[in-house]
């Protein structure tokens, strides 16, 4: 099993262009989670899902869209990069709510 | 809104040392866990708790959590130069969303 998977695990944009990032899980995991990670602020909650076809918005859901089109992907978009999105993103996944989570190895974003 | 404080963020310590992480809260949380990061990666899960005054070892890592699920503790005996990373509390709300909120982490540098 290769667990959670992202993919790209750099990226470079210029403010305004637009990305996205793909996350796989090969765990039949139900849940399925997007984090930002910045430097003393451990992680924050961007956009979860809590099945196939649902998504729902976290902590710091502006500037970021996701679907959830098939169970075992996530993908977290961006549509008009800014210098504040900057950071290392992480995703998740756990088979039930309460569960633990398995995290991807993250994908780190700079935005000039 | 519910916030972990962790502490201390920083921690050095010579190998053979004990030391004790706090993440502590004015909220209520259903559960509560501990995960650890090494630099480039994403965090593992170490220990979930459930029940409040609940204590879990996990060899030289002691975890508990206070009576009222309020705060939590993560204390290591003897530490050893291989558990330098970066220590997460986290803890569940009480939906079953799978909603996390990180407490900022704490850097633990273990000398040998």
């Known amino acids: 099993n290769a667990g959670v998977t992202q993919t790209p695990k750099f990226r470079v944009l210029k403010t305004g262009q637009s990305m996205t990032l793909l996350c796989a899980q090969d765990?039949?995991?139900?849940?399925m989670y997007w984090y930002r990670q910045d430097p003393g602020m451990g992680l924050r909650l961007i956009h979860y899902?809590?099945?196939?076809?649902?998504?729902a918005k976290g902590e710091v859901p502006d500037g970021y869209n996701v679907s959830r089109l098939k169970k075992q992907n996530f993908l977290l978009g961006l549509e008009s990069a800014a210098p504040s999105q900057t950071s290392v993103y992480f995703c998740?996944?756990?088979?039930?709510?309460?569960?633990?989570?398995?995290f991807g190895p993250g994908t780190r974003l700079t935005v000039l | 809104t519910q916030l972990l404080e962790q502490s201390p963020q920083f921690l050095s310590i010579q190998e053979g040392e004990n030391l004790t992480v706090y993440c502590n809260s004015s909220s209520v949380f259903s559960s509560l866990q501990w995960y650890r990061q090494e630099p480039g990666e994403g965090p593992v899960l170490l220990v979930t708790v459930v029940t409040g005054g609940e204590v879990k070892k996990l060899k030289r890592l002691t975890f508990q959590f206070g009576d009222a699920r309020k705060d939590s503790s993560l204390h290591i005996t003897a530490a050893q130069p291989g558990d330098t990373g970066l220590y997460l509390c986290a803890g569940h709300g009480s939906s079953n969303t799978g909603k996390l909120i990180f407490g900022q982490g704490t850097t633990l540098q273990v000398k040998p």
């Open positions: 899902s809590v099945g196939e076809g649902t998504t």
């Open positions: 998740a996944s756990s088979s039930q709510g309460l569960a633990g989570q398995f």
């Open positions: 765990m039949n995991h139900e849940y």
